[in-house]
C-alpha cells in the first residue's frame, strides 16, 4: 500500500484509516446480501403489507395509459369500456386529474402527463414524445388495471414529422446553458489554427448511440395521503429512488405540503445507474391516482414504459482534433460535441468535460450544442459525460499513437500534465502514469505487436487495446447522526441509500475505524426521510459524502466526551485534537492512556451520546479525480462480424478503497457495462414515427455471461486525503470509462480499420 504524507494533504489522516489492523479495507460481505438471497428484502413494490412491516389497508393499483404518437394532441379519451369492467375503479384523464403544481427540474416534460394543456378543465394534452402518459386506470388488482388501461381509446390529432434522430437537429442547435457549472464553450489559444499547423494532426468525427436503462427492478411507487389527528393532510411514498429528500421537496412542491409533511422510504433500489437519480413521472401519476381514489395507490412501471416514461443515455455527435508534434507532444486539443434533449426541457451529458483534465496542450478548444427531439428527457447514466465524452478522445489518442509510431501508452505518458489543464490547481492525487505502467505490466502489454494485423487464431484476429479512465471525486452535502451507547453498541443513521453497493457495510465499516470499535457492534440504517438529509446517491459521491459527515460526527462526539472526563483521568484537560478512538476508549493518541468509552458515558450519567455530522464539499484548492486505465484483448472474425472479448484488466487510483472485495465488485461492474457500451448496447428507432423499436431485453442487447470474460481488476491503494476527509474517492462509475474506446483500438489492432462509431456491431465488421 501507499500512504499520503500528512503533511502534504489538506486534511489529516486519521490513524486507523491508515492502519491495517482496522475494519477499513476488509473484505466484508454485503450486510444486506442474506436478505437479498432468501428473498426477505422488501423492494419498492413489495412494499403493500405482505412482504414488509408497512400498512396500505384498501390497496389499490395503478397502469398508465401511454401515448401512441410522438407530437400532436389527445383530442379525446373513451374511458366507457374500461370502467364497466370488473375491479375497475376509476380512470384517470385530463378531466378529472387532481391539479398540482409540476416541479422545476423534476425529471421532465412528461411529469405534465395527465395535466391539461388547453383551456381550463378541456380534455386537451399536448404530446411531445412517444410513451408520454396520457391517462391511468386504477383498480383491485394489477391484472384488472392493465387489462382496463389497454380497453381505453385514446383519440389524437397527430402533427407531422416528429424528431428522434440526432442527425435530424444538425440546422436546429443552440449552446446549453452550462455544463455541470462550467459555460458551454471553453477555448485557450487557437486549436483550429494549431491543427492546421501540426506536423502530426488526427481531425475525426465520432458517433455514440443511444443506450436506455435496464435496471432489474423496474420504477415503481406506492402512495397513500392520510389526514392526521389535527386534520392536516401527510403523504405516504414508497418509491424507487436515489434521491429521497429530492423526491420528497419535489412531491411536497407539487402537491402544496410542506417537506415534513411527506414521507419517503427506500429501503433498496434493484439497479439504478442514475435512472432513479430524479423523479420520474410514476411517482406523480401515483400520488394522483391516491388522490383520486382516496386510497392508498401501487403503481409499477412495464419495462416496455420504461423506454417512454423514464430518461436514457443521448446519443452523441463529436468531433475531436490533435495537433501534435512528430514526438507526440500535444499542442492543439478540439472537442466540440452534441448531445440532445427534449421539447421543453434541459439536460446535456457534458461530454467534453473529460478532456479538460486529461491532456494538457496550449490551445484548446471545447465546445458543446444540443438539439431538441421529441423524447422523453435523458437523463444520467453511469458516467454521464465520460462514457461518451472519453470515447473520441482515447480513439483519437490511439490514432495519433499510431500516426506517430509510439506505442499508446508511451504518448499518453508523454502528454501528461503536471498540474490540471484547465484551472491550473495541483492534482489532489492522480497516478493516471502508475496505472498506465502497473496495469501494462500485468496484461502483459511489452508483448503486443506496434502494427494491426499481427497475430490470428484459426479464424480469430487478435488485437489488444488501452484507453484511459477517470471520473471527478464529487461530493454533497450531507448528514448523519451518530450514537455512542453505554452497553458497547453504535448506531448510525443518515437518509441515503442501498443501490446495492453495499452502503451500509461500507458505512459501518468506516464509523467501526473512526470510533475504534469492531465493526460488528456498528448499525448503519439508512433509507427513509426520517433520519437525517442525505445526498443524490449519483456521481459516485455517497461513500465520499457519508463517510465525511461521520468523520465529522465522530469529532463532535470525541470533543463532548473529553468534557466529561473525570479530573484524575489522563484525559482531564486535554484537547479533542490530542485524543483519538481506539479499542472501545478514547485514549491520549501519544500515550494511549485514556477511559472505556462506557465509563465517560456513565460519568456522563448517559446511557448514550449522539451528535450530528455534516458534510459539505465547498471549494478546494485541488483538482479531484480519480484516474486509471483499461486493458483489453479481443478476437475478431471479419467473416461473421464477431467480436469476443478475452480479457479486460482494469488499474485505477480512487484513494482508500474501504472494502476490497465490495470495491473490486464495483470496478467489475463498471467493465462489463463497458462491453455494453462498446460492442451491444444501442437503442433503434423507427424515424417515420419517433419511436423506439426495440423497447425490450429480448432485443436490446445488454451484456450476459457469455459476453463477459475472466476480469482483472486491480488498483493503487492510496488515500487521498486532499479530496475527502476519509481519503475515500467514489468508484461506481470510473470502471465504465474508456472501455468501449479501449475496445475500438482492440478491434482496430486486431483487423487494421478504425471504427469511430459505437457500439460496434456484426454490420460494421463486416462492411
Known sequence: MFFVDKSDTAFAPLPRLADEKGAIGRPKVRRTGRAKVTGTAAYTAERDGRHSPDSFPG????????????????????????????????????????????????????????????????????IVHAGQYVAAVIADSFEAARDGAMAVKVSYEEEPNPLIAIEAVRGSQERPESLMGDPPVMEEGDAEAALREAPLRIDQQYKTDTNHHNPIEPHATIAAFRRDDDGSETLSVRDTTQNLYGTRGSLAEAFGLKPEQVEVVCDYVGGAFGSKGVMWPQALLACKCAKLAGAPVKLVVTRRQLYGGTGFRSPTLQRVGLAAKEDGTLTGILHEGLTITSIRDNYSDAVVMATKVMYAAPNRRLAQRQGRLNTQLPTFMRAPAETPGMFPLECAMDELAEAAGLDPIEL???????????????????????????????????????????????????????????????????????TIRANGSVRAVCATHE?????????????????GVPAGRVTFDLGTTAYPKGGVSGGSATTLSVGSALRDAAEKLKAALVQHAPAESPLSGAKPDDVSFDSGK???????????????????????????????????????????????????????????????????????????????????????????????????????????????????????????????????????????????????????????????????????????SCPITPEMVMA
Open 59 to 126: 390497496l389499490l393499483h395503478a397502469v398508465a395509459v401511454p401515448a401512441t404518437i410522438a407530437k400532436g394532441r389527445v383530442t379525446a379519451i373513451d374511458a366507457s369500456a374500461a370502467e364497466a369492467m370488473a375491479g375497475v375503479r376509476h380512470v384517470l384523464t385530463p378531466a378529472n386529474s387532481p391539479k398540482i403544481k409540476v416541479p422545476e427540474g423534476a425529471g421532465g416534460l412528461s411529469f405534465q402527463s395527465v395535466e391539461p394543456a388547453g383551456p381550463a378543465g378541456a380534455e386537451s394534452q399536448e
Open 586 to 756: 478514547l485514549v491520549l493518541t501519544e500515550s494511549g492512556e485514556g477511559e472505556a468509552l462506557e465509563d465517560l458515558l456513565e460519568e456522563a450519567d448517559r446511557a448514550e451520546l449522539s451528535a450530528k455530522g455534516r458534510y459539505s464539499p465547498g471549494e478546494s484548492d485541488y483538482s479531484k479525480h480519480s484516474f486509471g486505465a483499461t486493458f483489453v484483448e479481443v478476437g475478431v472474425d471479419e467473416e461473421f462480424g464477431l467480436v469476443r472479448v478475452r480479457r479486460m484488466l482494469g488499474c485505477y487510483a480512487c484513494g482508500t478503497i474501504l472494502n476490497r472485495k465490495l470495491g473490486r465488485s464495483q470496478f467489475l461492474g463498471g467493465m462489463v457495462m463497458g462491453i455494453g457500451s462498446g460492442l451491444l448496447e444501442v437503442t433503434h428507432h423507427d424515424t417515420r414515427l419517433a419511436r423506439w423499436t426495440n423497447d425490450n431485453l429480448a432485443e436490446y442487447h445488454v451484456p450476459v455471461n457469455a459476453d463477459v470474460p475472466d476480469i482483472d481488476v486491480m488498483w493503487i491503494d492510496a488515500p487521498d486525503f486532499n479530496a475527502s476527509p476519509i481519503g475515500a474517492k467514489g468508484i461506481g462509475e470510473i470502471g465504465i470509462t474508456g472501455v468501449n474506446a479501449a475496445f475500438a483500438n482492440a478491434v482496430w489492432h486486431a483487423t487494421g480499420k478504425r471504427h469511430r
Open 499 to 515: 443501490l446495492g453497493t453495499g452502503t451500509a457495510t461500507v458505512q459501518a465499516q468506516t464509523t467501526a475505524d473512526l470510533l
Open 412 to 482: 499518453r505518458v508523454r502528454n501528461e500534465p503536471e498540474k490540471d489543464p484547465t484551472t491550473g490547481k495541483p492534482f489532489s492525487d492522480r497516478r493516471f502514469v502508475e496505472c498506465l505502467r502497473a496495469g501494462a505490466e500485468r496484461f502483459g502489454w511489452a508483448d503486443r505487436p506496434l502494427k494491426p494485423r499481427q497475430r490470428r487464431e484459426g479464424r480469430w484476429l487478435i488485437g489488444t487495446g488501452v484507453a484511459a479512465a477517470t471520473y471527478p471525486a464529487f461530493g454533497f452535502p450531507t448528514e448523519v447522526e451518530l
